[in-house]
């Protein structure tokens, strides 16, 4: 897999069925490995690791309703009084961030009420904070780290 713009990191890797599988520990399970889910558990490790989130309140690829519709968002971690603090759209290295990707998780945040968002294709991050009362974004260089 390719190198990320993340600090090196160790993984689980297994084989089966001619796919490569990698273990997710959120999930607690075996996942196939592919370039998302590469940038997904890169991610979580930098959330674990560098910003030191307590792994009980991450949360990996849980569906939420939308306009009648069910998304599936990457990452969710959580204050611990259960509302989301941060949620983390991750995407392949090959797919450029865009306004699209803005806009997608813009709409996840309308049901979740996140107070930080992150938007990351493994090489390249950006980190915002949400402004509710004027309706918009603001950009950080970094996002917090726990508390």
């Known amino acids: 897999m390719q190198k990320l713009n993340f ?4 993984f689980r890797f297994k084989n089966s069925e001619n796919k490569t599988l990698i273990f997710d520990e959120i999930r607690k399970k075996f996942v196939v490995l592919t370039p998302e889910e590469w940038v997904r558990l890169h991610t979580v490790r930098f959330l674990l690791n560098e910003k030191k989130y307590p792994k009980s309140l991450i949360n990996v690829e849980k569906q939420l309703k939308l306009n009648n519709t069910t998304k599936r968002y990457d990452i969710v971690v959580f204050n611990s009084d259960g509302s ?10 090959s797919i450029k961030i865009s306004q699209v990707t803005f806009d997608q998780i813009a709409r996840y945040n309308l049901a979740l009420e996140s107070e930080f968002l992150m938007v990351t294709n493994g090489l390249e991050h950006y980190y915002c904070q949400m402004d509710f009362e004027n ?3 603001n950009f950080l260089k970094e996002i917090p780290n726990y508390k």
């Open 7 to 10: 600090p090196e990191y160790s």
């Open 135 to 137: 309706e918009r974004y």
């Open 84 to 93: 989301i603090f941060l949620i983390v759209e991750c995407k392949a290295p």
